[in-house]
């Protein structure tokens, strides 16, 4: 079990943003920025690279949610803006096997990403 399953469960805490049906959101607890939070499914699929046509719905809604998280934050505005990540595999940066959306605020954020 991934911790961030432990997190679904409420085994192990996390300063939660955000719930749902369908997915969770909480605080990094390493930020990377002023604002960074994780959105994460409910349902274990490992990174974005495993995930079905059957989970259409789900993507879509991680994103939305990550865009309504933004606005509650108050980071929803394109003078400022904020970036979302998805990191797959070795060389994309996972490091944790179950997936998730960066939303990252706050600070500008280099391009292109080391
Ligand atoms: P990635 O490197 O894309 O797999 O991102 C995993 C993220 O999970 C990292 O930014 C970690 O700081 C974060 N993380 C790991 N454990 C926890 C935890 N218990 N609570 C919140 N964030 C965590």
């Known amino acids: 079990m ?10 192990i805490p996390a300063d939660i943003v955000h719930q749902d049906d369908l997915c969770i959101a ?3 607890v390493t930020p990377q920025a002023p604002t960074h939070v994780l959105i994460i499914p409910k349902k274990c699929i490992a990174r974005i690279g495993e995930a ?9 809604h991680l994103l939305l949610t990550a865009g309504k998280i933004a606005s509650e934050l108050g980071i929803n505005h394109t ?4 970036r979302l990540v998805i990191n797959n595999g070795k060389n994309g940066g996972e ?12 600070r500008a954020l ?3 990403p080391g």
């Open 95 to 106: 490091s944790v096997p179950h997936l998730h959306v960066h939303l990252l605020a706050g």
């Open 2 to 11: 991934t911790i961030f399953e432990k997190i679904i469960t409420g085994e």
């Open 52 to 60: 079905e046509e059957q989970d259409q719905a789900l993507l879509g």
């Open 79 to 82: 003078d400022e803006g904020f």
């Open 110 to 112: 280099a391009w292109p």
């Open 26 to 28: 909480f605080h990094d």
